[in-house]
């Protein structure tokens, strides 16, 4: 309610103000003083200039307390490649936007109404024409190739054999990680075997090789300083594996695997004291509005020396010790299962 009288009081003032503005011109023409260029021309090229300049000042005040919210330290490899590539950008369009708003408010300044001036008649200029579509042209190439040449550099994706292969599924409203344990292979799977109610979310084929040591972690356990091959699927819908102090961000897409290999280049123990917060943890969240419980998919990420890491690695208890009715349960078995299933359905229609 009071919201609603002050924005009335206010509508209000303001048709006063102007009725009075019109009054005091009407009797202005009928004293016949008035001139149609007053002192408001000149108050009105000096804002061209200065209300700009304030603006340009605030912007540069508060700069400092946006940057201390938004600028995230960076803690991979690549990450501090893209960082570069995206703050060289900007400071080529700030100064892009320097020049051109200069010239424009410098203009309206300039070209003020002068009762001595006559404006000219001027068509076109090719030579202008010409310099002002190559300078950002060739501007605008330089940052592409420089654009490509990251994007090469990040996404190539090296058949590196020491990159540490880990597997990240994303279900609503859940990440689940899983590693290939000692044999460093993740075993295959298939969707008809996931079993939520028995506990196969993955749906891990245990009558194929290289599944039977694989483990489930509760956090995401990377080490620093080696490439890390995450493999990126979604059970349901569109996920996104998105890590922002690792600069990573790739979807999780069903029925599509994706991948992304990264190299972390700092522990969060380092992170910790970087940041000066001892309860720091990289995070990772999905940025893929994928359900009413989105705002759920949260995981930590643990970045490790090598040597933690691996201790960290040996002591897990691989999926089978914990589940292990799972042993050698797979595709033929499930396929004969169904079978017996239908067979007897069969027989009690028949009898
Ligand atoms: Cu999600």
């Not at 803690?75 to 369009?93: K, M, N």
Request: charged fraction near 25%.
């Amino acid at each position: 309610m009071t919201s609603v009288i002050v924005i009335s009081s206010l509508i209000l003032t303001f048709a006063v103000l102007i009725l009075l503005f019109r009054i005091q011109s009407l009797v202005a023409v009928l004293k016949g003083s008035h001139e149609t260029v007053g002192t408001s021309n000149k108050v009105n090229a000096a804002m061209m200039v200065v209300i700009p300049l304030l603006m340009l000042v605030a912007a540069a005040m508060h700069y400092p307390h946006a940057a201390k919210e938004f600028h995230l330290p960076i803690a991979s490899e690549h990450g501090v490649w893209t960082d570069d590539l995206f703050w060289i950008t900007i400071y080529v369009i700030l100064v892009m936007f320097l020049i051109t708003n200069a010239a424009l408010f410098g203009c309206a300044f300039y070209y003020q109404y002068n009762p001595n001036r006559k404006a000219s008649f001027y068509h076109d200029n090719p030579t202008v024409e010409i310099v002002w579509t190559i300078i950002p042209a060739v501007i605008m190439a330089v940052l592409v190739f420089a654009g490509w040449r990251v994007w090469y550099n990040t996404m190539e994706f090296p058949n590196d054999k020491n990159a540490e292969v880990i597997e990240i599924m994303g279900k609503q409203f859940a990440w689940q990680v899983r590693y290939p344990g000692k044999d460093g292979v993740l075993g295959k799977y298939d969707f008809r075997l996931i079993d939520d109610a028995k506990g196969n979310e993955f749906g891990i084929d245990f009558e194929k090789e290289g599944a039977d040591d694989d483990f489930l972690a509760r956090e995401l356990h990377i080490p620093k300083g080696r490439p890390v091959r995450l493999k990126i699927r979604a059970r349901d819908v569109l996920h996104s594996v998105y890590m922002p102090h690792f600069r990573v961000k790739m979807d999780a897409v069903p029925g599509m695997p994706t991948e992304f290999v990264f190299t972390p280049t700092k522990t969060t123990e380092e992170m910790r004291t970087e940041t000066g917060n001892g309860k720091f943890n990289y995070e990772l969240a999905c940025t893929e509005v994928c359900g009413k419980a989105h705002f759920a998919m949260k995981y930590i990420i643990v970045v490790e020396e090598e040597e933690d890491y691996k201790k960290w690695y040996a002591a897990q208890k691989t999926f089978l010790e914990d589940k292990p009715e799972f042993k050698g349960k797979g595709m033929s078995s499930l396929k004969k299962k169904n079978l017996a299933s239908a067979e007897k359905e069969v027989k009690t229609e028949k009898n």
